[in-house]
């Protein structure tokens, strides 16, 4: 358990990412595994590939930024690998890499949003305001809403008269 909380902590404190990609070497206790980006927490029964680790690490990093051919090279898979079938075979990965793209990039458009308080006539300040919307609310941090419902306090109802046992009123 030290060895995957000090995997966390060493890019904060030191940044030093080739020192600390040859620390982890791979995989390490928990199934913490780092990548380029950021950190994956993925189960140790894993059956993924060393080839598909590296294609889902390649895909959120700067130099594919989600283009999935370039990730796949980057990889080390073939330029006849169809992207289709990598994209079948990883979707559940793809789709939790993506969240977890996603939700690694919500500070920062939280932080863009009060940037444009601070400074609301900012150049391009109403696409900002759209673009951090967009992440927050795919992240699950979206606004809340309240509903109030009033009513007329003591109003009547008229309810039809009660039927006897026998079917008379």
């Keep these: 358990m030290e060895k995957a909380l000090l995997l966390i902590l060493c890019p904060t ?12 070497s791979g995989t ?8 380029i980006t ?29 283009d999935l051919r370039t990730a796949m ?9 169809k992207v289709a079938h990598t994209a079948k075979e990883l979707r559940d990965e793809i789709r ?21 308080l601070d400074n609301p006539d900012a150049l391009n300040a109403r696409h900002v305001i759209s673009a951090a919307k967009e992440i927050l609310d795919r992240t699950g941090l979206v606004k809340k809403e309240r509903v109030e419902v009033t009513g007329n ?5 008229i309810l039809p008269p009660k039927a006897s046992n026998n079917g008379e009123i």
Excluded at 28 to 35: E, I, K, Q, Y
Excluded at 96 to 116: D, H
Excluded at 153 to 157: A, E, N, V
């Design 13 to 24: 404190i030191s940044g030093s990412i080739r020192q600390l990609k040859r620390w982890a």
């Design 28 to 35: 390490v206790h928990f199934g913490a595994r780092f990548s």
């Design 38 to 66: 950021g950190f994956a927490l993925m189960p140790e029964e894993s059956k993924l590939t060393n080839k598909q680790r590296l294609f889902l690490d390649a895909l959120t990093s700067e130099e594919a930024m989600g």
């Design 73 to 81: 090279r980057l990889a080390g898979y073939s330029d006849n690998t």
């Design 96 to 116: 939790e890499a993506t969240e977890t793209l996603l939700a690694m990039y919500a500070p920062k458009a939280a932080y863009a949003l009060i940037s444009v």
């Design 153 to 157: 306090t003591g109003g009547i109802f």
